[in-house]
């Protein structure tokens, strides 16, 4: 944050979706807007708070998930389950959905914690199910357990994955076979589909429509390919990715294993100690390895045997649990503190390293990226030619914005009237985008923008997307209008921002 100039493009989207209570949005469920848009009431769309909000979904799923590695270490009778358990989070800290994309706050990012927490609560049921204890407890799991099941599938519905593998490992430990799992899972359900039920009518209603969610995310995934071309797709584009993505996780195990599975011990001899990975109960482990495994299999299976194109970027709820890799060489004689400490000073100097090659260094090298976006400079030029015309604007600060997603916002989270609560964004001028926009809101002088230089659909990102037709219709008939060049580096023969901007004051039909 201390380098940026602009958020991540997924918190600019819900920065700018922040307006309103809806059962739903046309990209996706709603429960992430729910939770930000009070709290831009509070302290008005600025940068940081979806970045706060990122990392506090990344923080509390480590955190719930930390949770069910202390229970699986005390099934193990460990004599230090907190201890081990710090060990996985340390180890699956430095995935880079965790730390790079820590601060994004989107869809798969809420679903880290009630994933985790989905999670936590079958296998505490789980755990009931073999002792002979209070079944109002038992079944509290289970209730639960459908609660985040409801949650993560109003963040976004890609639970499914995940409950998918659940419903997997219920079968192969043979939990089906007990009638008190079956009485779990019906109030699993209903608990489920009372979180659920309004936002499914709303979409069903949307997909009879021809639009919404579903249809959104169809239109998305639709591929036209061979069955060859499809595993080859998957092994290069989306595994592949993930295995780079896990690559810091494995740094650490790499540590864990070349600094501490041998320790001298008195006389310079070598003690070898039975790992904690070994004393984990086969059940546990078996159970762990599904969790680790289990999403990016099946997201591949649905992708080749369904032709259905699944992006790499889905994927940052899939390795939640993969942090117990690191019990497979640590044992007693592991230095948990100082490998806590190097961890802690690794994420730090790369944090820094990374904001300052991605902001700094990018701008004098003339690259162009969202994260040396010339934001503030683009909101201060575009203020600056609002006040300059009060015989349309009426001296009356921006209430109404019209253009994409991503340029407008930076005129919003800029504002110094009222830090962004007072502008309705009028999103490519279409109302099912923006279900916030009631006609009242449409009598307020507009502030127009578009890109004028933007890339064609499937080229290299620059900035916005070419205007839609009613953005173009109203710009055309604004009667002020120009083209303002924003320097986007530092690198003076680099091509600059040009972003055309025009006011158009309302006129009853």
């Known amino acids: 944050m201390i380098f940026r100039q602009a958020p991540e493009w997924d918190n600019m989207e819900e920065l700018v979706w922040a307006n309103s209570f809806e059962l739903g949005y046309q990209k996706h469920p709603p429960l ?32 719930i998930t930390y949770q069910l590695y202390v229970r699986i270490a005390e099934h193990a009778k460990l004599t230090n389950p907190q201890e081990i358990s710090l060990l996985a989070i340390l180890v699956s800290s430095p995935l880079v959905y965790f730390s790079i994309r820590g601060g994004d706050y989107n869809h798969n990012a809420m679903q880290l914690w009630s994933i985790a927490a989905m999670y936590y609560f079958y296998y505490r049921a789980w755990e009931k199910e073999t002792v002979s204890q209070s079944p109002q407890t038992y079944f509290w799991y289970w209730g639960l357990m459908g609660l985040m099941m409801g949650l993560a599938f109003i963040s976004k519905y890609s639970v499914v994955i995940q409950i998918g593998v659940l419903i997997t490992h219920f079968c192969f430990v043979g939990r089906w076979r007990r009638a008190r799992s079956w009485l779990g899972v019906l109030l699993a359900a209903v608990v489920f589909l009372c979180i659920t039920t309004p936002h499914l ?62 320790i001298p011990q008195n006389g310079g001899s070598f003690v070898i100690r039975p790992t904690w990975w070994s004393q984990v109960q086969r059940q546990d482990q078996q159970f762990l390895i599904w969790l680790a495994l289990g999403p990016c299999v099946l997201a591949m299976l649905i992708g080749i045997i369904l032709d259905q194109k699944i992006e790499a970027k889905w994927a940052v709820t899939f390795f939640i649990a993969i942090g117990f890799i690191g019990w497979f060489y640590a044992n007693d004689l592991l230095d948990v503190v100082r ?69 407008i916002g930076h005129t919003i989270i800029h504002d110094r009237v009222s830090q962004g609560k007072n502008i309705k964004p009028w999103i490519d001028a279409n109302d099912l985008s923006s279900p916030w926009m009631r006609p009242e809101d449409k009598r307020h002088t507009a502030l127009i923008l578009i890109d004028h230089a933007p890339k064609p659909l499937g080229q290299w990102w620059r900035a916005g997307h070419p205007p839609s037709k009613e953005v173009q219709r109203m710009f055309d008939q604004a009667p002020v209008k120009g083209v303002e060049v924003v320097p986007w580096t530092t690198k003076t023969d680099a091509p600059p921002l040009e972003i055309q901007w025009a006011i158009l004051p309302y006129e009853p039909s």
């Open 201 to 262: 009518v709303w979409l069903y209603h949307q997909t009879e429509l021809g639009q919404g969610p579903i249809y959104y995310a169809s239109q998305l995934m639709i591929t036209q390919s061979s069955l060859l071309e499809r595993c080859i797709t998957m092994l290069k584009d989306f595994l592949l990715t993930q295995v780079f993505r896990l690559l810091p996780c494995f740094l650490v195990l790499g540590v864990i294993y070349f600094l501490y599975k041998k």
């Open 32 to 63: 992430p807007t729910w939770v930000l848009y009070p709290l831009t009431l509070i302290f008005g769309r600025v940068t940081w708070l979806p970045t706060a909000l990122g990392l506090m979904c990344v923080a509390l799923g480590q955190w």
């Open 339 to 407: 490998l806590r400490k190097m961890v802690i000073v690794g994420h730090v100097i790369f944090a820094v390293s990374f904001g300052i090659i991605t902001g700094p260094v990018a701008s004098y090298l003339g690259k162009q990226g969202r994260s040396n976006f010339p934001s503030q400079a683009l909101a201060n030029v575009i203020a600056q030619r609002w006040q300059e015309h009060p015989e349309l604007t009426k001296g009356e600060p921006i209430r109404l914005i019209v253009g994409d997603t991503w340029i």
